[in-house]
């Protein structure tokens, strides 16, 4: 087992592997930029060190100084988190060169599904089930209409490299193929440095369903169910719940096991997601994997009792997997919403400053993972995020309840939040019956908002500066 881990990331990721370190009795450095000087990370952490200014690219992007931090401080094993570096190849070479443990996937599995055109063929070649489309990267726009001729409108160009809805356009006709072909390279370009993108045929009104998997370095791969992840605004998921209420024990079953094949089809290593869409027949194919622990694992340990983090650490270190699929046992039901410092009847527009006072909620089953505290900044330079709620009930209708119990409890001042607005979309018959898909908010998200206004009660005055 690692003897010190630097965690090259900040907020409540940060603090939750160094809590997990701290339970395998394994020393932890912080890293932190001058934005996150006293954050609750650096105070958790056994050593904590400045790595630059403000911005990512000068502090939790910079490689070379956060591997010079971690042979100062004779770290032997680096935990990147989610976001930043998790999913760097170039990152996880440099750790190698250095003898240092990249807590994460090798980089011929980073590689393979780090780039969307390989990841797809490479699944595709394993018999899991993906969208039809290119055949790799599209060049031009000529070779862009002649694929999207081939399988039919409307398209969804996409960029090979990067995620968060980044690089990706839709085209419901021909007329509109061009403009997306141009922005979905632009885009992609500006974010990832890489404008090659690919073609996929559209799916109508889907859910977003992802499956959490977990291997070691000896050819073990399990499952640990799916998540529903459909609750998105311009492809930022603000509400995540395990299982889904729309898979089936049959179904769990099948999706699971394609995710589990995904993974082996790149020797895969550690833990990551596996990332479906799924129509409304029942149909699933395959999205994307994500090489990393993401922001919702809490929802799948809430429901498997299982610490992910604690088994991905395990797992970097050389140990084989504590389950076969068979151990692996769900029960009840749970529910994340992240809570953004974002004001919801502005158009989300995110909201930094100081936090004058947090009041986490408490009870049966409700567990707040956050790096903040009364009198922390939410700097400008990063996401939003506050916190992340999570509730388990007995059913979908207790969870439910739950989580409305908890934000109801939930008071931040200082920064206007998310809340509100996840309150009023818990109370929606919708929501509550399951009848939603991946554009619900870009449909309904208005009128959720103008309830919100018409309710102007006392839950956005407690929840918002």
């Not at 900040?10 to 954050?39: F, H, Q, W």
């Not at 063929?121 to 002649?146: C, F, H, L, M």
């Not at 410092?341 to 986490?360: C, K, L, W, Y």
């Not at 008071?411 to 509550?432: H, K, M, N």
Request: with cysteine; hydrophobic share 40%; glycine share 8%.
């Amino acid at each position: 087992m690692f003897k010190k881990i630097l965690v090259a990331n900040r907020g409540e990721i940060a603090v939750r592997v160094i809590r997990t370190c701290m339970e395998l009795g394994i020393k932890t450095v912080a890293v932190y930029s001058k934005a996150d000087k006293g954050a609750l990370h650096t105070q958790l952490a056994d050593e904590s060190i400045c790595i630059g200014s403000g911005p990512g690219q000068d502090s939790y992007l910079n490689m070379e100084r956060l591997i010079t931090v971690a042979k100062e401080t004779k770290a032997d094993a680096i935990h990147p988190g989610y976001g930043f570096l998790s999913e760097n190849v170039e990152f996880v070479r440099v750790c190698a060169d250095n003898e240092i443990t990249f807590i994460g996937p090798s980089v011929d599995a980073m590689s393979k599904m780090g780039a969307k055109d390989i990841a797809l063929e490479t699944v595709k070649s394993n018999g899991v089930p993906t969208v039809s489309g290119s055949n790799g990267i599209v060049p031009t726009k000529d070779d862009a209409e002649q694929v999207a001729k081939e399988i039919g409108f409307p398209v969804m160009v996409k960029a090979v490299a990067g995620g968060g809805g980044k690089g990706m356009r839709l085209a419901q006709e021909e007329n509109e193929l061009e403009r997306a072909f141009e922005q979905a390279r632009s885009e992609a370009e500006k974010s990832f440095g890489n404008p090659d993108v690919f073609i996929e045929k559209y799916i109508r009104n889907p859910r977003h369903v992802e499956v959490q998997v977990l291997a070691d370095q000896h050819g073990n791969v399990v499952h640990f169910g799916e998540r529903d992840c459909s609750i998105q605004r311009r492809h930022q998921k603000l509400v995540e719940e395990a299982p889904s209420p729309v898979v089936s024990k049959e179904l769990r079953k099948k999706i699971g096991e394609s995710a589990v094949g995904a993974a082996k089809s790149v020797h895969y290593e550690g833990v990551g997601t596996v990332e479906f869409l799924m129509d409304q027949d029942g149909e699933f194919y395959f999205m994307e994997m994500n090489t990393r622990i993401q922001v919702e694992h809490p929802v799948t340990e809430m429901i498997t009792n299982v610490d992910l983090v604690k088994q991905q650490i395990r797992v970097a270190a050389g140990e084989e997997l504590e389950y076969d699929q068979e151990d692996i046992e769900m029960s009840g039901w749970a529910i994340e919403c992240r809570v953004n410092a974002e004001d919801p009847v502005n158009a989300f527009r995110p909201t930094p400053g100081t936090i004058q006072s947090f009041m986490v909620p408490g009870g049966y089953h409700v567990r707040v993972d956050t790096g903040v505290f009364s009198g922390a900044v939410i700097p400008p330079y990063y996401d939003s995020m506050v916190a992340k709620v999570i509730v388990k009930g007995a059913s979908r209708e207790e969870a439910i309840m739950r989580m409305k119990r908890a934000l109801q409890e939930t008071t931040i001042e200082g920064v206007a939040t998310t809340i509100p607005f996840q309150l009023q979309l818990f109370d929606d018959p919708r929501f509550q019956n399951s009848d939603y898909d991946i554009h619900f908010i870009e449909e309904h998200g208005e009128e959720l908002i103008k309830a919100l206004e018409e309710k102007g009660g006392s839950n956005w005055m407690r929840n918002s500066s």
